[in-house]
Each structure stands twice: as C-alpha cells, then as structure tokens.
C-alpha cells in the first residue's frame, strides 16, 4: 500500500510539472453570428457546443443530448490521493448553457472530470435526461440520483467488429451505441484512477482516486429524419483508444453509413499506438472536432486556454494533418463555442 500511493504520488507530481503550451499558432474555431447563422441553418441542421474535457452538446431541431462535461475543473494541487473535490456547484450555474430538454447524458469513462459535475446537472439542469455508461457509472453516483435514471452499458455495448445495440431516444430522432474503447495511460505508460465498482457507493467519491475508469466507451450517435434514415452520423470519444478497440463495428442494411463528424481527443495521444490514425483511418470523418484538447485545471477563467499538459501538440499535429482523409475537415472549438452542420457532415459558416 505504501508503494502504491508512493508511485500515486509520483506519477502525479511528475504529470502536473509537466508544461501545457499555447495555442495561438493553432486555428482555434469560433461560434459565427448567432442571428446570423440562424438565417441560413436548414431544418435538419445539427449545432454541437463544446463544455470543455469530454463535455459536447448536441441539438437536432427541439431535441438535445449531451455527453458529459467538466466544469468544475480543481486547480491540479487539489488533486492528489485523499485530497477532498467536489463539483463547484456555483461554476456550473455560471458556465453551463441551458441543458433543460436534454434526454440523454453519454458518459465515456467515470473518472471524476468526466462524471463528478453529473449529479449535480441532473439533479437542477438535466432535470428528465437519463444518464448511460458503464457499471461503475451507475455505482459510483446511485447515492444521488434515482436508480431508474441511470443505465449500465456494459452489456450492450459493441465490442470489436461486433455491433452492440441502438438506444433511442422518445421521439426516435437520436440513437447511440456504445462502442468497447480503452482509456490511454495518464503519463509514462502509468494508467490512474483504474479500476471498478461491484456495487452502489453509500456516497459519491469524495476525492480524485475515488472516481475509478470503470469500462471506457466511445459511442455512435445517429440524428435520424422523420424515415428514420440518418442525417447526422457522429462517432465519439472522451480518451485516446489503443486499437483495436474503440474502432467502429461491422454496420449493414440501413445501419451502414459513413461517420459524418468524429469527435476524438490529443488528451494523451502519444501514450497509444497508431493514435490518432487508428481512428480516422477507422472512421473517414467528413469533419473531425477535437476535444479534451485544453489544460483543464482550474482554467475556466483563464484569458487565454492552453493546450493540454504533457503533449506536444506539434507532434499531434504533424500526425493528425498528415492522415487527415480527402476532403475532410477539422475544428477545434474554443470553450462554450458552437459549431453548425447540415447533413452528411457539412459545416456551416457565414465565409
């Protein structure tokens, strides 16, 4: 015991020293006019705002769905083992948009900056949405929020080429799947916050080791018309993957589509293989967002956001543009910007 929280404390102390660089050389998306965006956006458009970390918004006409965000983002020095976080309840009133008609929250993995702000949205936001993600997501928040509301993945999630199954919401205009994925290691091949829970905690975890990974999923979501057929394919992830999981299944028939829009993240890259080739390669998104991009801790009010620590985002750069397929395009959304896109992928500007 007493070498594991040597080596916690280690690792941890090594990542947070570890520097975050700038973005000014990089092309960093902003939201158009929203007035007059509005004048050219077709009836079946799709808008995607980023939360920050893992956090999309996703609206299809009067439909939403969201994956998970992190708002509350601690400050690093908080962060070590038996250290006490909890979600910043007035950060979130502050920073997080109106997410009332959200049915759906997507949780990719449940360390605490990707579920720790979660209760809370649900309990006072999110006040209908269910959330869905793996076993240790349910167990890790049952303490607060009701039980029918929570919804383990684990045994109808897509595993390799073998498709998992189509969860939809009321009206049948969103469906997702989720797809078997692996979470990268945080730092020098060191994976933290590993682990499960068998059974409901008394109480939600009340420091960063408490929120275990649990099963990390990527997902397949579909905004469908009113056939049924798919205007909007987007594939997504809050973690680097190591091939061959988190690839996408063997789709046919009606099911079978292009990814129109891939959602992947530079956040520890560089501590998998053939990342992020793998996937694009995979996923031949016509549109590519990044996400988890920036350095996270307590940066909310920062001026000026920084690219993640402990990545070279040249490197992710080089590697990305490099295997960027034909005619395909990418963003990388400032905080709480929106992006718009007619079917099939296309992006919608006022150039």
């Known amino acids: 015991m007493k070498f594991l929280n040597y080596l916690m404390l280690t690792t941890v102390t090594l990542m947070l020293i570890a520097c975050s660089s700038s973005i000014k050389h ?58 006490p976080i909890s979600a910043d309840t007035d950060m979130i009133d502050h920073y997080l948009p109106d997410v009332s008609n959200v049915e759906s929250i997507l949780v990719g993995h449940a360390h605490y900056d990707h579920l720790m702000d979660v209760p809370y949205i649900m309990q006072t936001k999110a006040k209908q949405a269910h959330a869905y993600g793996s076993q240790t997501m349910v167990h890790s928040i049952a303490s607060v929020v009701e039980k029918s509301r929570l919804h383990a993945l684990n045994d109808s999630m897509a595993i390799l080429k073998t498709p998992g199954q189509w969860h939809y919401n009321e009206s049948k205009t969103i469906r997702f799947m989720a797809l078997k994925s692996t979470h990268a290691p945080h730092f020098m091949g060191i994976n933290m916050m590993t682990g499960t829970y068998e059974k409901d905690l008394d109480a939600v975890p009340w420091h960063a080791f408490g929120w275990k990974e649990g099963q990390t999923l990527a997902y397949l979501i579909d905004f469908l018309g009113s056939q049924e057929e798919i205007l909007h394919r987007v594939y997504y992830q809050d973690s680097a993957s190591q091939e061959p999981l988190g690839l996408t299944p063997y789709l046919v028939g009606k099911d079978k589509k292009r990814v129109d829009i891939a959602i992947i993240t530079p956040a520890s890259f560089n501590q998998v293989d053939n990342y992020p080739e793998g996937i694009m390669n995979d996923t031949q998104a016509r549109h590519f967002i990044l996400g988890h991009w920036e350095d996270f801790f307590a940066n909310q009010e920062n001026e000026q956001q920084r690219f993640v620590r402990a990545v070279s985002s040249e490197d992710f750069f080089e590697r990305f543009e490099k295997n960027l397929p034909k005619g395909s395009k990418w963003t990388m959304p400032l905080l709480y910007n929106t992006q718009y896109f007619a079917p099939h992928g296309n992006i919608l500007t006022l150039d």
């Open 26 to 83: 990089i092309s960093a998306y902003h939201s158009p006019d929203p007035e007059k965006i509005q004048e050219i956006l077709p009836a079946n458009s799709l808008s995607i705002q980023y939360l920050g970390v893992g956090g999309q918004l996703f609206r299809f006409g009067e439909y939403a769905i969201m994956t998970a965000p992190s708002i509350t983002n601690p400050h690093f020095l908080a962060l070590g083992p038996f250290m």
